[in-house]
């Protein structure tokens, strides 16, 4: 069983960046792929990011590319969401994803941490 713990949301003005952390514990955080999702008010959930165990595949939403950057320390047991010219239209809850491989769509994820909240004004 593993635990995720999402951190680093925040209120940030459009323009604005912050970086996401998702902290794992309770398996070996090494073989999993692992994912961002968010969901808006009133929205479902959508892909952001996801990267596989080695770094090694890495895919982004069309949305965030060219201003999000996704990346793991296996070692720290930790995946990041760097997240610069930020948009009031990427305010929403993050949650990180365990999962056996690189997916976009969000039921081949098996663990899921609480979400952290993302603010943007504009």
């Known amino acids: 069983q593993v635990q995720l713990v999402e951190s680093g949301g925040g209120l940030v003005q459009a323009g604005g960046s912050l970086r996401l952390s998702c902290a794992a514990s309770?398996?070996?955080?090494?073989?999993?792929?692992m994912g961002w999702f968010r969901q808006a008010p009133g929205k479902e959930r959508e892909f952001v990011s996801a990267?596989?165990?080695?770094?090694?595949?890495?895919r982004y939403a069309d949305s965030v590319t060219g201003r999000f950057t996704i990346s793991r320390d296996n070692a720290k047991n930790t995946m990041y969401l760097q997240m610069n010219s930020l948009k009031p239209e990427d305010t929403a809850v993050y949650y990180c994803?365990?999962?056996?491989?690189?997916?976009?769509?969000?039921?081949?994820?098996?663990?899921w941490g609480q979400g952290t909240q993302v603010t943007v004004s504009s």
């Open positions: 994803a365990a999962g056996r491989q690189v997916f976009t769509v969000e039921e081949f994820y098996d663990y």
């Open positions: 990267i596989g165990w080695s770094s090694g595949i890495i």
């Open positions: 309770g398996g070996t955080f090494s073989s999993y792929a």
